[in-house]
């Protein structure tokens, strides 16, 4: 158990990067608490999965330096660095009975084997897969499997730290959200850091105590799902979370006052006039049809539940906003509200913070 | 459900039939023909029964020379199929020496038998050939036609250069089929080399080296062309395999009743051999 430090981190699969797309991690510098449950959050192709082989040392990254707690392991080797991973698909050892698979990286490490019988039927107790222990590995479905990659992590008692990469790509929907309720459950007994790599919004949110979003190779916000919704810190964040996404309207700057198309907009942050390309960003919950505000013209409505999701025009710009299951959407002469408080001023993708405004 | 009749079917599979009929079953009904029968010439046959059956199994002949073929068979597995896989373990995965390694690989495979054969008869001659003479200079009696220990340890070698290639390529081909988690999660696992071998390689590699070994153990066992170009059989009768004898028997003696009857013998050898084989490596697979 460990807390985690990646200090100044880049890297690079190419031997000479010269300019920015070369690197796949562009720089980095987090640390991690003992104990939390963390999700990397981020579109394919951002650096998840190449920052997750950094820190469980599968790769070895061209700058910067991982500490566990205070010791330096950038030089060492995976199972010097007491790390578990699952990975995108189940790993099994085919040949084994699940618990041998169990217990496996027991013996490797040279553990009694009374110990070892002790330690595989506690883990394989909290997976559920006591009643499979004698059955071949190679015979369980996607999930069983899994589960065994992630007993393999679990039973060892050195780990400082699971590393999940997009654990849940092949299992079944029905059996998704079952395997991530029981990866909660296990994080609450064992209080393991366990870091959780995904493209699956509903699973970094439901999953992570605190959520680190990724996009092309850089961080752009850490925080807890709240804040990440509420607040996000850039366009992206606020696009890529949230269904639909957040609002993000061109505006003009005028003494510090935001303008939508001509017309004046309250926003909870200022801007001054030199801040670069200027957007709104408000999210479709925080918009409402009103008698008094922007006129619109109603181009779309979906119903998604208990909600539907409207779009509506504003001369050029397309707007998005819910409405829940009942309440009247006007066909003519609508207009919509913005609250003032969740609208913020973003400048070339970043929020302006009140504070330097 | 109803199944709609289609005669139409007929006119693509007629064809195979015609053409598996030529090529196999009537060549094979010809053999059964003549191993129940006997001529006096004229090109008149007489019913025989299992006589030649009884002659074949009985003969001390045929004993001898299923003892060399399986010799031969189980000999050159126990070499080709470990060193193969080897080898495949030695090969890069990555990078341009993959294409190099494979070209060279499958060289000797694209060499015709007969060629095979003559080359290793001059390369062995101990008088010119590069190895017999280089053998003969470093000291040691080298003379694969006259010594039987020598006839064999070339005969081996030849067949191990020639057949190796394609164990090789199977094994590679069942290794980098292996994706990386795996390795990753050996590593994390604190696996050792051996087990990573035994346990992720080994039952990765297991289809393909099934097939490896089905493969040249039948080919092994049919063999005829190299080893007639390399030794004729010979010195004396110690290296006459299954295949050369029965050549010898069916166009050096011409007696097609016996011959008829040894081919059918040595084809149901052989396919009992390789149920046995598949059946034992196939036997975990379904549970």
């Given at each position: 158990?460990?807390?985690?430090?990646l200090s100044d981190l880049r890297h690079s699969y190419m031997p000479n990067p010269s300019n920015d797309e070369d690197w796949a991690l562009k720089y980095l510098d987090l640390s991690w608490d003992d104990g939390g449950a963390y999700a990397l959050l981020?579109?394919?192709?951002?650096?998840?999965?190449?920052?997750?082989?950094?820190?469980?040392?599968?790769?070895?990254?061209?700058?910067?330096?991982?500490?566990?707690?205070e010791n330096d392991v950038t030089a060492l080797a995976p199972d010097e660095r007491r790390i578990a991973?699952?990975?995108?698909?189940?790993?099994?050892?085919?040949?084994?009975?699940?618990?041998?698979?169990?217990?496996?990286?027991?013996?490797?490490?040279?553990?009694?084997?009374?110990?070892?019988?002790?330690?595989?039927?506690?883990?394989?107790?909290?997976?559920?897969?006591?009643?499979?222990?004698?059955?071949?590995?190679?015979?369980?479905?996607?999930?069983?499997?899994?589960?065994?990659?992630?007993?393999?992590?679990?039973v060892r008692t050195d780990v400082n730290a699971i590393l999940f990469d997009e654990p849940l790509t092949v299992i079944d929907p029905h059996l998704k959200w079952q395997l991530r309720s029981k990866l909660k459950e296990l994080h609450q007994r064992v209080a393991n850091t366990m870091i959780y790599v995904t493209h699956?919004?509903?699973?970094?949110?439901?999953?992570?105590?605190?959520?680190?979003?990724?996009?092309?190779?850089?961080?752009?916000?850490v925080g807890t799902p709240v804040e990440l919704f509420e607040k996000p810190q850039h366009t992206f964040v606020g696009h890529f979370i949230g269904s639909p996404g957040m609002n993000v309207l061109a505006c003009d700057i005028n003494n510090g006052k935001a303008f939508l198309a001509g017309t004046e907009m309250k926003t909870s942050n200022k801007a001054d006039s030199k801040s670069g390309k200027t957007e709104i960003g408000i999210r479709p919950e925080f918009i409402s049809f009103a008698d008094e505000g922007l006129p619109v013209e109603v181009t779309r409505v979906s119903d998604a539940g208990r909600f539907s999701v409207?779009?509506?025009?504003?001369?050029?710009?397309?707007?998005?906003?819910?409405?829940?299951?009942?309440?009247?959407?006007?066909?003519?002469?609508?207009?919509?509200?913005?609250?003032?408080?969740?609208?913020?001023?973003?400048?070339?993708?970043?929020?302006?913070?009140?504070?330097s405004a | 459900m109803n199944k709609t009749v289609n005669q139409k079917a007929w006119f693509f599979v007629t064809p195979v039939l015609i053409l598996v009929a030529f090529n196999a079953i009537i060549p094979l009904m010809t053999v059964v023909n003549y191993s129940v029968q006997e001529t006096f010439g004229d090109n008149t046959f007489f019913w025989a029964g299992v006589l030649w059956f009884q002659e074949v199994l009985n003969s001390s002949r045929f004993h001898e020379a299923m003892g060399r073929q399986l010799l031969f068979t189980f000999s050159i597995l126990a070499i080709e199929i470990p060193l193969g896989v080897i080898i495949a373990?030695?090969?890069?995965?990555k990078g341009p020496w993959v294409s190099v390694c494979l070209v060279l690989m499958a060289m000797p495979l694209l060499i015709p038998w007969n060629v095979v054969g003559a080359m290793w008869n001059i390369f062995a001659l101990p008088d010119i050939g590069l190895l017999g003479r280089t053998l003969n200079e470093l000291g040691f009696d080298y003379n694969f036609t006259r010594q039987i220990g020598d006839a064999w340890f070339t005969l081996l070698l030849m067949d191990v250069w020639h057949w190796t290639s394609l164990v090789v390529l199977l094994a590679y081909a069942g290794l980098v089929s292996i994706p990386d988690a795996y390795y990753q999660a050996a590593k994390i696992d604190g696996a050792s080399n051996w087990s990573i071998f035994r346990f992720i390689q080994l039952p990765k590699m297991k289809r393909v080296l099934t097939i490896a070994i089905l493969l040249r153990f039948m080919d092994s066992f049919n063999i005829y062309t190299e080893p007639f170009v390399l030794t004729g059989g010979g010195p004396g009768n110690s290296t006459t395999l299954l295949s050369i004898d029965l050549v010898k028997i069916a166009l050096g003696q011409f007696d097609l009743g016996p011959a008829a009857a040894m081919s059918l013998v040595y084809f149901l050898i052989i396919l009992l051999l390789s149920w046995v084989f598949y059946t034992l490596m196939m036997r975990d697979e379904e549970q």
């Open positions: 158990m460990a807390k985690i430090t981020g579109p394919s192709g951002c650096g998840k999965t190449t920052l997750l082989n950094i820190i469980s040392g599968l790769l070895v990254p061209s700058h910067g330096r991982i500490l566990f707690d991973q699952v990975f995108q698909f189940p790993v099994v050892y085919d040949t084994m009975t699940v618990f041998d698979n169990l217990a496996f990286p027991l013996r490797n490490r040279g553990m009694a084997e009374p110990e070892v019988k002790a330690r595989v039927n506690e883990i394989a107790e909290m997976t559920d897969l006591t009643p499979m222990l004698k059955q071949r590995a190679s015979g369980l479905t996607a999930d069983g499997k899994q589960k065994i990659s992630l007993g393999r992590g679990l699956d919004q509903t699973e970094a949110l439901t999953f992570a105590d605190k959520v680190v979003v990724m996009n092309v190779g850089e961080v752009v916000q409207v779009d509506v025009m504003h001369k050029d710009l397309a707007i998005k906003l819910l409405v829940n299951e009942g309440e009247n959407i006007p066909s003519e002469g609508a207009k919509i509200a913005m609250k003032p408080e969740q609208s913020r001023i973003y400048a070339d993708g970043w929020l302006i913070e009140e504070a | 373990l030695a090969m890069p995965r």
